[in-house]
């Protein structure tokens, strides 16, 4: 097909041009964008973010010294329930005195509530600890250190540190992280011991990550000092098991906290994406409120109305909607 130089291309399907359909012309490349949808990061505010990943790296270090601890008998299980219950006490009061109790005004759930779910649980937990202490006897000791190790590196996968991401699952992640607890509590001496470690268990991965997004969000200073002495206490605590393992996790929270920012802001320099006219096309109104009002959807779905009616409306709602959809485009 032969271009006529004397008519313009249009960049219309509903006119019939003297063009092939590949054809484009000098001005193609003019509505060339780069980098339209990239965000500028800042160094500390990344580093301020990557807070609630060390801080969960930090929840499994301490839950599995305790474990080691509880193992050799250097932590009775007494001690440990007692210094968790008043952690608990003092993490609620924290909890309702960081918005002024706004959050619970707005679950609209009362002390007296959680105080009950708090004793049903317990009692449910050791009246079971006998049922996990035996749960896993026919189980090799290998095979259940392996299964933590999964369990607790999926936690950690699955684990919503603030992104909004398809692999983001927190009932995911707390599930692993209870399986990995009531695994290796299976290992302990008594029940007694299998009943506190999965408590601990659920202070440290269900109530503890719900104080420090609060925090987060209502106190960042707090935020960060908290932080800052909490990974100091896991490293310290580690330090007391083995030197090595404690140099190697210091080396990985100072890459994650420290050396991932600056990489992330580094990488953005080659950041090269191209938007244009050869896109494809995106409607981005809501077409609910089309079918919802001018096609009189709601009514018809509400009322109870024969298969016969629903079936002769249907038609019209398509071709209105074809219509409606034609002018969007």
Avoid at 240 to 265: Q, W
Wanted: charged share 15%; aromatic share 12%; proline share 3%.
């Amino acid at each position: 097909m032969e271009v006529n130089p004397t008519r313009h291309w249009q960049k219309v399907l509903y006119e019939r041009q003297p063009f092939p359909d590949n054809y484009v012309d000098q001005r193609f490349l003019e509505e060339l964008r780069k980098n339209i949808h990239a965000r500028q990061y800042q160094y500390w505010a990344v580093v301020f973010e990557s807070g609630a990943v060390v801080q969960q790296l930090c929840s499994v270090c301490v839950f599995i010294v305790i474990w080691w601890y509880m193992d050799d008998g250097l932590l009775s299980p007494q001690w440990l329930f007692g210094a968790g219950l008043i952690s608990s006490l003092i993490g609620y009061i924290l909890f309702d005195a960081i918005d002024a109790g706004a959050g619970r005004k707005e679950n609209r759930r009362t002390r007296w509530a959680d105080l009950k779910s708090t004793l049903v649980f317990v009692a449910f937990t050791y009246g079971f600890s006998p049922v996990l202490k035996t749960l896993t006897e026919s189980i090799s000791t290998d095979t259940i250190y392996a299964m933590s190790v999964f369990m607790l590196l999926g936690h950690l996968i699955f684990f919503d540190y603030g992104a909004n991401a398809a692999i983001v699952s927190s009932t995911l992640s707390l599930n692993m992280a209870i399986f990995a607890s009531v695994c290796l509590a299976s290992r302990l001496p008594r029940s007694l011991h299998a009943f506190v470690m999965v408590t601990f268990a659920i202070q440290i991965f269900a109530l503890w990550p719900m104080l420090q997004k609060k925090l987060k969000a209502q106190t960042p200073r707090c935020y960060i000092m908290v932080t800052v002495v909490f990974a100091l206490s896991a490293l310290a605590g580690l330090l007391t098991i083995s030197s090595v393992g404690a140099v190697l996790f210091t080396l990985l929270l100072v890459s994650i906290s420290c050396l991932c920012p600056y990489y992330l802001i580094r990488l953005q320099l080659f950041k090269d994406n191209i938007h244009g006219p050869w896109d494809e096309a995106e409607i981005k109104e809501d077409l609910s409120r089309f079918l919802m009002t001018d096609f009189g959807l709601g009514d018809i779905l509400s009322d109870e109305i024969s298969g016969k009616r629903l079936a002769a409306s249907l038609p019209a709602c398509c071709i209105f909607g074809a219509h409606h959809i034609s002018v969007l485009l």
